[in-house]
């Protein structure tokens, strides 16, 4: 099977100037975010791509556009690949839990696996949903395939193809733009994973 799962994270958005928890807030790509996307368009310009798989959130859609501009690649819009849900923590910046829920941020420290803000979802969660579509992605595809989604979700779904525990996801650097490249081992029956860009 010489085949490649392309996974990207989509590119720059805004925050603010301090470190917030963007989980499900729909931001756009920043100026930044579209010559990141522009770069990765470029190299992927010619690579055969059978579909493109991506979080409904604009900031993956926009993202795909741009590389997929001029290109007849199918666009599947999966809501698995959706950002996690970070529920009353959604849009505060990490200073602000830090001083008003300290015990919830360190448990969420101790347990980055586990851990369930409140109205939110755990990364164990995410992997629940994010399994799935990640095998009938694979099941039902045969050649390159992009997927395009959140710094939390990538590190998921690298983390579960590896067969990797979530509690070291965060060791994984999921850098704005970053392209992650999946290609079949055939002689050890396993995923063999780089970064690129």
Known sequence: ????????????????????????????????????????????????????????????????????????VEKVFAKELIEINMGKWEGKTFNYIKNYFPEQFKERGRNIDSFTPEGGESFNDVRERVKQVLESIIKNTHGNILIIAHAGVNRVIISTILSLPLKRMFDIDQNYGCINEFSWDIENEKWKWRQLL
Not at 1 to 13: P, T
């Open 1 to 72: 099977m010489n085949r490649k799962i392309y996974l990207i994270r989509h590119g720059k958005i805004d925050m603010g100037n301090e470190k917030r928890y963007i989980g499900i807030t729909d931001i756009p790509l920043n100026e930044e975010g579209v010559l990141q996307a522009k770069k990765i368009k470029n190299f992927f310009s010619n690579i055969h791509l059978e579909k493109a798989y991506l979080s409904p959130l604009t900031r993956c859609v926009e993202t795909a556009n741009i590389i997929l501009e001029d290109r007849n």
